[in-house]
């Protein structure tokens, strides 16, 4: 049996990738199936990725859209476990800001669910 449901924001219920290819000029509809590395992706470093002016800032972060099935999914989550069981897991970028605007986005988009940010949850 279930007892709680651990699901990730970024790429899953937050549009992160939609907002990079965006920013890093890279056309979404080329992106490769089952490749989740950005530097091998948009052929930059890690540094030049996140060190973009306008990836930046708690703003950035809280902004981020929802995915279009993410209610959906998060619904039968809740469904499967209860709301109290389904908790969201992201981890900070090298912004300093992005563990507030990513607790900000949690907290805006899914207001009674518990979440987790930190390290260490691949």
Known sequence: MIDTIFCDVDGVLADLQGVL???HEFDERLWPAREWSLEKVFGKSAAEIWDHPFVK???FWNSL???PWA???VGE???KVGRDRVCFLTQPVRDS???S???QWVR???PRHPYLIGYGKD
């Open 21 to 23: 290819c965006i920013y």
């Open 57 to 59: 800032g708690a703003q």
């Open 65 to 67: 859209p929802l995915l």
């Open 71 to 73: 209610g959906d999914l």
């Open 77 to 79: 989550l809740v469904r």
């Open 97 to 99: 800001e992005s563990l």
């Open 101 to 103: 605007g990513k607790a």
């Open 108 to 110: 805006r988009n899914f």
